[in-house]
């Protein structure tokens, strides 16, 4: 593949991930290019119930953008930092160290 195919190919990439923020509900397509992940990954998650989704007629699968957002964003990881602060401030409502 020529250097000019492959920045055509990101450019359309980018445009596709840029209409995707528009739209409110996602195709299965859609939303594995959405969420980074392949096809067959999204479908073992809805299998397994591991990701919200919708099935209107019982077979053809629907995301909605903001659940995936959340999904995605779900398990959050403190900084050291904030562990720091709640630790010190645990510290001080105990009445300090011991």
Avoid: C
Wanted: charged share 30%; hydrophobic share 35%; net charge positive.
């Amino acid at each position: 593949m020529s250097t000019n195919s492959k920045e055509l190919e990101k450019l359309n990439q980018l445009l596709s991930q840029q209409n995707l923020m528009k739209k409110e509900v996602l195709t299965v397509d859609e939303a594995s290019i959405y969420l980074g992940i392949s096809k067959s990954n999204l479908y073992k998650k809805t299998s397994a119930q591991k990701i919200p989704h919708y099935k209107p007629e019982g077979k053809i699968i629907y995301f909605k953008r903001e659940e995936l957002d959340d999904w995605m964003l779900r398990n959050r990881q403190s900084t050291v930092e904030e562990i720091s602060d709640k630790a010190a401030n645990l510290i001080i409502r105990k009445g300090g160290l011991s």
